[in-house]
């Protein structure tokens, strides 16, 4: 049992990041926050690949896809950031309820 | 124990990145969640992904944020009311972990006997290299897209302003 604690806890930890990242995503309107949401889920999804890699015995792979998604998950932080710049600037708002009404 | 505390501090940080209404606020929540995650990938025995993840999502990422938030101007917290209703979206969260923790947690006792021998960097080069060359595409594509973004605003306020 007690070699089942750390994976256990771990996927608690999964688990919660993975709802409270799909709450974030639901209830939120502000674009930014958004990213922040996907950002959560994205952790959960991190931990999932790394207690997945240990409990197969192949910690070195599950290390490899989690980097490559710690690159992805990167990129479309920035772009997404980038373009919650750029609709802040045209439209004066990140409200996506105000957003999905607009029209230029 | 202490995973235990890692675990109840990290979800709890990122509640409160969720949650919280000043954006600068929640952005500083998901870096001590990042934090806490490198933590606990460190405990899993993933130390080289776990010093990434405290460098890129808790450091530049949260950088990026605070960029980001400073550039765009905060919105004044003010609590709007969300596209799905929030019981309705908690039950969807809800049923999601519950489904995950049926499915999940019942597999957790299969220890398998095989263990990699390689190294970390081995892995990387060697068997697979084709995550590699998708990371270069990624983050070629991302400084692409992030130059087009901004170029592309420049150019309509130069518009605007003639």
Redesign the interface.
């Given at each position: 049992m007690m070699?089942?604690?750390?994976?256990?806890?771990?996927?608690?930890?999964?688990?919660?990041?993975?709802?409270?990242?799909?709450?974030?995503l639901?209830?939120?309107?502000?674009l930014?926050?958004v990213?922040?949401?996907l950002?959560?889920l994205v952790?959960g999804a991190?931990?999932a690949l790394?207690?997945a890699?240990?409990?197969?015995?192949?910690?070195?792979?599950?290390?490899?896809?989690?980097?490559?998604v710690?690159?992805?998950d990167?990129?479309v932080?920035?772009?997404a950031?980038?373009?919650?710049?750029?609709v802040?600037?045209?439209f004066g708002?990140?409200?996506?309820?105000a957003l999905s009404t607009l029209r230029r | 124990m202490f995973d235990l505390l890692i675990v109840a501090a990290m979800l709890g940080c990122a509640f409160q990145a969720v949650r919280g209404t000043r954006l600068l606020i929640a952005a500083l929540w998901l870096a001590g969640a990042s934090a806490l995650t490198a933590i606990m990938m460190f405990r899993l025995g993933a130390p080289e992904v776990a010093v990434i993840e405290l460098s890129v999502g808790a450091g530049l990422v949260t950088v990026l944020f605070v960029f980001a938030i400073n550039i765009a101007g905060e919105e004044p917290p003010v609590t709007l009311r969300s596209l799905v209703p929030a019981p309705l979206a908690c039950i969807v969260a809800l049923c999601a972990v519950g489904l995950g923790a049926a499915m999940a947690l019942p597999n957790l006792r299969v220890e398998s006997s095989l263990v990699q021998a390689d190294k970390f960097a081995t892995v990387v080069w060697e068997h697979r290299s084709l995550d590699v060359l998708l990371q270069v595409v990624l983050i070629i594509g991302g400084v692409l897209a992030v130059l087009g973004l901004l170029a592309g605003g420049r150019a309509d306020a130069r518009k605007e302003s003639q």
């Open positions: 070699s089942l604690s750390l994976p256990l806890m771990a996927a608690v930890a999964v688990l919660g990041l993975l709802g409270i990242g799909l709450l974030g639901l209830v939120t309107r502000n930014i926050k990213v922040v949401g950002q959560i952790k991190l931990l790394l207690l890699g240990r409990l197969s015995g192949q910690v070195q792979t599950g290390q490899t896809l989690a980097l490559t710690i690159v992805a990167t990129i932080s920035v772009v950031l980038a373009l919650a710049v750029q802040r600037r045209q708002t990140l409200d996506l309820q | -």
